[in-house]
């Protein structure tokens, strides 16, 4: 495989099938003369771990040798040093030279297998993984702890309500199909938790994000998921990342993943916000930086921290986090402080002891040391929007020169779909109510939950009556018109989408125009008719810690 620039998890994947890349095009001719070409120009510049799996022609032969102990891991020998949150949770799930869990300290660059807390996966992924366990360890093989394995259908549950006639003759809805049985019976025959569809009415249990921040992982905890947006979970102060296909059937074997300790980035936001900036404003913020736009923080740790940072809620956070995949970071984390503890109190039924208890040493040392520091100030920042094609397109929305009118609004998905910014579309929609005013006549506005809970949660606090009376459509949860797959897609090219998702890269969710914005943006524009600030009206307030 020869190409500009490939991706970290696309690379390793690659190395884990046993298919060498390069980024040389000259090797193309030498390729093409016959001329033969060393392993060692594929394992130049690689870790010796990553080197040993080119040599044994990928993960799996890899893992087979390291059971039979005919391969073993070189010892990372990094002496003990100040380290971000990020390297001492690595630190602390590196498997040792004798296989034991946990070295002193480790430094960016260095590399092993890391044991996981948990795996999960959806069912794009799971079924080719089922695929590779099946054929190269057994049908009957049994998955290493699948009590801390976890599988989610949240991906193409509404496909059928927006899939073309066309589409579906090429047989896309019965593949599916085929994915979502492909997953169910794999998870029965393993014993595996699947949260799959619900059965009384059409919906998910919830997004995999959503539900494994709201239920499963833990401060201090290393979580790998297949899919790019895992960083979620790093609000409450894991490591989380995105795994490929590859990893997470090796996984599945060894309950470890390879890892090279990245190097991190650290984000400072000093100061208080607006009372109508929120989370999504400070990311959409931090993506229009030079640094980041520039690739700087391509496979870093993005750290968040910061006055700001600090006053935000874990479902706040998790907007953050989740969006270091628009970064290209390698995860994204907030250290775990008493926002957390209450979130583990509230959100989990843990006791107060408990939870500090679990977030003891979860901080970066004084000396820890970072690739880069960015600071800024909250103050500063006012309501944001990422023009079409790109999250880093982002602008303060009173820089825009025109007013932009509207025909779909969307708020839900992982990034937009939890407790919080439920409580930010019935602010604002409950305001317009007050003031005698709807959803505008020319607008859509969908809310889909991003989890069963998070539907609860709406049910408690007499969210759904406010939707509704305003004129929103309320769907349940699911992935949907973020990937193209369920309601809420544009038509045609001209139409302008406003949306709280996290990506609006060109097609991702059908041919309009689509502008990344706050929920309370989202909300506050699909009343206005075109895209507008949210004013509050304690307008101008800055929020105090
Ligand atoms: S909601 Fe969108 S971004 Fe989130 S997991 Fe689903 S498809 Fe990915």
Redesign the pocket.
Known sequence: MIAENIERIYKQNCQNLGVLTSTDFSMIDKIRSGAEIPLSVFTAGEDEITRQIIECGGLFQFNVARIQGKVSLPPVETKPRGMTIAEKIFAAHMVAKDGCLGIPAVQPGDSGFARTDLRFS?EYVTPMAAIFFDQLVGRGAPVNDPGSVVFFR??LTFLDDVLSEQKRKMGLLDLATQLKLKQGEFAERKGIRLHGELTDRKGSEG???SVVLESYALPGQLVVGS???TPHSGAIGCVAFGIGTTDVFNSWITKDVRVRVPESVKVVIRGKRHANVTAKDLILKILSLDYVRSGKALAKVIEYAGEAVEELSVDERATMT?MAAEIGGFTGIVAPDKKAVEFLMQRRGMSGEQSEQMIQGLYSDPDAQYAQVIELDAAEITPMIATPGDPGNGKFIRDMNTPVPVELAYG????A?KNEDMDMYARVLRDALKQGKKVAGSVQFYIQFGSQETREYCMRQGYIDIFQRAGAHIIEPS??A??NAGPGVTTRPDQVVISA???NFPGRSRPGQMYLASPLTVAASAVAGHIVEYEPSSERELITA
Do not use: A, E, V, W
């Open positions: 959806h949240d991906h997004i995999c994000h899919d790019s947006h989740n839900g998905t992982c990034t779909g992935c949907g973020c990937i998702q996290n990506r």
